[in-house]
T-cell receptor, first 109, second 115 residues
């Protein structure tokens, strides 16, 4: 079967660092995506990993370990506007994206 | 560059009624997707088009849902008749279908409430 697990909710403080984990079991693997979705808005692309290791893009970084079926999204220097849902999605053998349920992050002052 | 356009943004109907959603993808994007996102869940793919042909509709409830992309550009998704459990946000996305990334760009969605 296909399964993607993320924590449902997380809370962090403005200026801090937060790590959002994602574990997956899918039929094949052709890349892992992270999307950000503010309430009532479209999901927007954050990062893509297909090889093991860390991809850094400004305040956001994403890590992948294919052998462990594990990824995380790291957000540094948190800002209030980072309060959103973060979606982990895996592209399987068919090319279809399978999404996790999303992690709602609340950033507090 | 204009993003993915969807309309309407909100729709309230009673069960057993019909409803249609419209999507205009990013110009030049050959691939178009319709997703259903139930509150508190991630998006679930309903149907994928490559130009005007269907690539994957394995999770589309075909007894009540239909979709078309006649000219390979914009698309409509229809529900007839609607059920209470169809209450969700319907997201449209498009991609270039080039390269490994094949990033999908999403519209803001149509929030459907079935009463």
């Amino acid at each position: 079967g296909q399964n993607i697990d993320q924590p449902t909710e997380m809370t962090a403080t403005e200026g801090a660092i937060v790590q959002i984990n994602c574990t997956y079991q899918t039929s094949g693997f052709n890349g892992l995506f992270w999307y950000q979705q503010h309430a009532g808005e479209a999901p927007t692309f954050l990062s893509y990993n297909v090889l093991d290791g860390l991809e850094e893009k400004g305040r956001f970084s994403s890590f992948l370990s294919r052998s462990k079926g594990y990824s995380y999204l790291l957000l540094k220097e948190l800002q209030m506007k980072d309060s959103a849902s973060y979606l982990c999605a895996v592209k399987g053998n068919t090319g279809k994206l399978i999404f996790g349920q999303g992690t709602t992050l609340q950033v507090k002052p | 560059e204009a993003g993915v356009a969807q309309s309407p943004r909100y729709k309230i109907i009673e069960k057993r009624q019909s409803v249609a959603f419209w999507c205009n993808p990013i110009s030049g994007h050959a691939t178009l997707y319709w997703y259903q996102q139930i509150l508190g869940q991630g998006p679930k793919l309903l149907i994928q088009f490559q130009n005007n042909g269907v690539v994957d509709d394995s999770q589309l409830p075909k007894d009540r849902f239909s979709a078309e992309r006649l000219k390979g550009v914009d698309s409509t998704l229809k529900i007839q008749p609607a059920k209470l459990e169809d209450s969700a946000v319907y997201l449209c996305a498009s991609s270039l279908m080039r390269g490994d990334k094949n990033i999908q760009y999403f519209g803001a969605g149509t929030r459907l409430s079935v009463l």
